[in-house]
């Protein structure tokens, strides 16, 4: 059964160094979404992707982060400069576009910023 | 806007014991409802949704859910407790008509006690 894929499963990063997390979708699948969540906390939304831009971002989502799909199969996450408080797991889904969709998501990346 | 509470983070439950876990909503149009399980180091996995029709939705695993409007509930049942269902649940909602972002409830981890 195919599923999304997410690398690495856990980065440790200084504060204030960019990391890229990445993330393979499911192949036919049309939209691809980053959440995150803080150890102790609600998984929450940062951003959806579709048809090679932004449909849709929550204010967590800010400057430091940016989103790209290089290829026809990675989706990545950067964050240009990691805060103390970016530490969290990312999960990385992906949908077919319909409605009443379900996400797929990948295992997550738990990422440490010292 | 919408948002989930989940009511216990912590729920213990003998073998064979019923499982209830607890998932109210608030959203201003009729969402969708999901729950989603995470095993250890693993994604999150649908168990079930509900969309549009019949209330009471069965998933994998023998889990069911019922969609109660008056209450904006949506609770996670399973009749027997299988040490094998031991794992974080979430519910999340999206709305039917803004976007396609989740909202997540905060999770409920399910332990087994033999």
């Known amino acids: 059964e195919p599923e999304v894929t997410q690398t690495p499963s856990h980065q440790v990063t200084q504060m204030g160094q960019e990391v890229i997390l990445r993330c393979v979708p499911i192949?036919?699948?049309?939209?691809f979404y980053w959440y995150r969540q803080i150890l102790g906390q609600k998984v929450e939304f940062l951003v959806s992707f579709y048809n090679n831009e932004i449909s849709e971002k929550s204010e967590i989502f800010d400057d430091q982060f940016s989103v790209e799909r290089p290829d026809g199969s990675n989706f990545t996450l950067k964050i240009r400069s990691t805060k103390l408080e970016d530490s969290a797991m990312y999960f990385c889904?992906?949908?077919?576009?319909?409605?009443?969709?379900?996400?797929?998501f990948g295992p997550g990346t738990r990422l440490t910023v010292t | 806007a919408q948002s989930v509470t989940q009511l216990g983070s912590h729920v213990s439950v003998s073998e064979g014991a019923l499982v209830l876990l607890r998932c109210n909503y608030s959203s201003s149009v009729p969402p969708y409802l999901f729950w989603y399980v995470q095993y250890p180091n693993q994604g999150l996995q649908l168990l079930l949704k509900?969309?549009?029709?019949?209330?009471l939705v069965k998933g994998i695993n023998g889990f069911e859910a019922e969609f109660k409007k008056s209450e904006t509930s949506f609770h996670l049942t399973k009749p027997s407790a299988h040490m094998s269902d031991a794992a974080e649940y979430f519910c999340?909602?999206?709305?039917?008509?803004?976007?396609?972002?989740?909202?997540f409830g905060t999770g409920t981890s399910l332990t087994v006690i033999p």
């Open positions: 889904a992906s949908d077919r576009g319909q409605i009443g969709r379900e996400q797929y």
């Open positions: 192949s036919n699948h049309l939209y």
């Open positions: 999340a909602v999206s709305a039917t008509n803004t976007g396609n972002q989740f909202y």
């Open positions: 509900y969309t549009t029709g019949a209330t």
